[in-house]
């Protein structure tokens, strides 16, 4: 049976890591927002600490460099991209469908001013491809991974190497968020790319 000291020392331990869990959970949230608007080369260390109301070295206790918390924040961001995916391709019954959904919902996440500044524009200059492809690897292109396999296993793709594939797939989508990010008539343009996706699944389901 646990004494009253070891008790106090249990409570202690798990209070002390829930303030550890605050603080680098609200030093995400701050250096995601100034990262959104500012950008990376223009956010320092001290904007976070400020933004946060932490001193530098409670930063410094979470996280080893300001590349080190943009990493965080990029894991972050992939996370919930991944779970928008999966959300939208929930309940349909048809794999294509699935996809499909999943795609469009992607589409909707990278007009957000956040997900093209951060995801888009300077996560591969700042971890590197080498990384950011791989944690991109473990959110988010993995469900396309996922997605295709379970094509092929109801019957609906023929079977046939799912990487290259997957890579191809996502790359289009990428390709697709990146180009209209940047349009003057995004509008237009994104319609265009939208169903221009459509018939790229729809020939794919067909081969």
């Not at 009253?4 to 550890?20: F, L």
């Not at 030093?27 to 995601?32: G, I, K």
């Not at 990487?163 to 180009?179: D, T």
Request: net charge negative; with cysteine; proline share 2%.
């Amino acid at each position: 049976m646990a004494t009253n000291v070891e008790t106090r020392t249990a409570r202690g331990r798990r209070t002390q890591a829930e303030r550890s869990a605050a603080t680098t959970g609200e030093l995400v949230r701050t250096a995601r927002e100034l990262f959104a608007t500012r950008g990376f080369a223009d956010t320092s260390i001290d904007d976070i600490v400020s933004a946060a109301g932490v001193t530098r070295g409670a930063l410094y206790h979470h996280f080893d460099s300001k590349t080190d918390v943009f990493r965080a924040v990029f894991e972050d961001l992939e996370r919930e991209l991944a779970e928008l995916i999966q959300d939208a391709a929930r309940g349909k019954r048809d794999p294509w469908k699935r996809i499909e959904a999943g795609i469009m919902a992607f589409l909707d996440a990278c007009r957000q001013p956040e997900v093209q500044r951060i995801v888009m524009l300077d996560a591969p200059a700042v971890l590197g491809w080498d990384e950011y492809r791989e944690i991109e690897h473990r959110h988010t292109m993995s469900l396309w991974h996922h997605a295709l396999q379970s094509a092929m296993d109801e019957g609906k793709l023929s079977r046939r190497p799912v990487e290259p594939l997957a890579h191809l797939l996502f790359g289009s989508m990428c390709e697709a968020a990146m180009i209209t990010a940047r349009a003057t008539d995004s509008g237009t343009l994104e319609r265009d790319m939208r169903r221009e996706i459509k018939r790229l699944l729809a020939a794919l389901a067909e081969s």
